[in-house]
Nanobody, 124 residues
Framework: VQLVESGGGLVQTGGSLTLSCAAS????????MGWFVQAPGKEREFVAV????????AYADSVKGRFTISRDNTENTAALQMNRLKPEDTAVYYC??????????????????WGQGTQVTVSS
């Protein structure tokens, strides 16, 4: 599975961005999809996760109520809608597919396939 993120950029505090994750090489419909972030000098951290059919989602406490994860299995894509962005949201954002396993997970070690990341910078 090859994953490619897009949609990152520079935005002011309080603004919005939508990140997209496009997959090729294999259909995404069988996989749990997750979004993670990594800031300079920090470990990769969980942001959001969605079940294979989109019926279940989970979020890090820091983004609950502001971010929404979604997927479109017909288009083989996933997305992360980010609203009310804060400077502390600044990081490289990665999408990933969990393999094997079908339960929601916040552990990066349980995700086998990763995109290259897209930079999100929120200015104060």
């Amino acid at each position: 599975v090859q994953l490619v993120e897009s949609g990152g950029g520079l935005v002011q505090t309080g603004g919005s961005l939508t990140l997209s994750c496009a997959a090729s090489g294999r259909t995404l419909s069988a996989y749990v999809m997750g979004w993670f972030v990594q800031a300079p000098g920090k470990e990769r951290e969980f942001v959001a996760v969605i079940s294979w059919d989109g019926g279940k989602t989970a979020y890090a406490d820091s983004v609950k109520g502001r971010f929404t994860i979604s997927r479109d299995n017909t288009e083989n894509t996933a997305a992360l809608q980010m609203n009310r962005l804060k400077p502390e949201d600044t990081a490289v954002y990665y999408c990933a597919t969990r393999f094997p396993g079908h339960e929601l997970s916040s552990r990066p070690s349980e995700y086998a396939y990763w995109g290259q990341g897209t930079q999100v910078t929120v200015s104060s």
